[in-house]
């Protein structure tokens, strides 16, 4: 997403489309991966990693935040008219 995102393949359609799709994939994914941990806390069995940088429920969020928020900008990506001098 991010490596699209600085090319002009993302103002296009199929560069939006291809941003969806993948972007729909990823948050899938991450949210599968973050509501595992919500199952967890419910069950009342969910612990907090020592190391918090490596815990699978924050990551998850943050993954979830990032990969809507690229997708956002994807999406909503438009063309800038050429610089006139």
């Excluded at 599968?32 to 612990?47: L, T, Y």
Aim: positive net charge.
């Amino acid at each position: 997403m991010g490596l699209l995102l600085i090319t002009p393949a993302v103002t296009h359609w199929i560069g939006k489309y291809f941003a969806s799709v993948i972007g729909f994939f990823g948050a899938t994914v991450a949210a599968n991966q973050h509501f595992m941990g919500w199952k967890k806390i419910s069950a009342g069995s969910f612990e907090f990693k020592d190391n918090l940088l490596v815990d699978p429920f924050i990551l998850s969020a943050f993954a979830l935040t990032g990969i809507i928020g690229l997708t956002y900008l994807a999406v909503t990506a438009a063309k800038l008219p050429a610089k006139t001098v």
